[in-house]
């Protein structure tokens, strides 16, 4: 049996990844058009101090590459669901999908709204395609989230790690985990 739990975006979230996306566009755009004015003047205007053409030839490309190699990756390392299956639970990702062997975990439950906001990001992203990484606050010590929310958050304990994750039916989820828990 196998069962899978999908991980939405909340609105907070997919506002966060368009506003990144914004500013990683923004600078080559601007370097683009200051390159294109130094080249073709309005007519009646002052002319602009010309680029060396090495910052366009090199510059551009290599920024350009850069931004999407970083939106790649963080597209590639966000959660886009859940699997549950006799055996495992699957963080579900296009890069590196995690499992948790059912066998490991200790407790699951819902954690309370807000918890998430509070935490420090020790290394990872919270913001763009994710809430994902090693995380720390008060309540729940150092954790590892793999979210695309912050309410309705399920934790996951196993014996070393603790895991707060965002299936998009929290309850169900945790019916199913624990029933899979005690067979």
Not at 7 to 23: K, S
Not at 114 to 126: D, E, I, K, V
Not at 141 to 164: C, E, I, N, Q
């Amino acid at each position: 049996m196998q069962k899978y739990y999908k991980a939405e975006m909340d609105r907070l979230l997919r506002v966060t990844t368009r506003v990144i996306w914004f500013f990683f566009i923004f600078p080559p755009g601007l370097l683009i058009f200051a390159w294109y004015r130094t080249l073709n003047p309005a007519p009646g205007s002052r002319p602009l101090p010309h680029l060396p053409g090495s910052l366009v030839a090199w510059g551009l490309p290599a920024f350009a590459v850069l931004i999407a190699l970083t939106a790649c990756i963080a597209r590639a390392m966000a959660p886009k669901g859940y699997a549950l299956n006799d055996i495992e639970l699957l963080i579900d990702r296009e890069m590196r999908p995690i499992t948790i062997p059912l066998r490991e975990i200790e407790e699951v439950k819902l954690l309370e709204d807000g918890l998430m906001r509070r935490s420090a990001r020790l290394m990872g992203t919270s913001g763009f395609y994710g809430h994902y990484g090693l995380f720390w606050n008060s309540k729940l010590g150092r954790f590892r989230a793999y979210a695309t929310r912050m309410d309705r958050l399920v934790s996951v304990k196993t014996r070393k790690t603790l895991f707060v994750i965002s299936p998009d039916a929290p309850e169900d989820f945790i019916t199913a985990l624990r029933g899979l828990l005690r067979t």
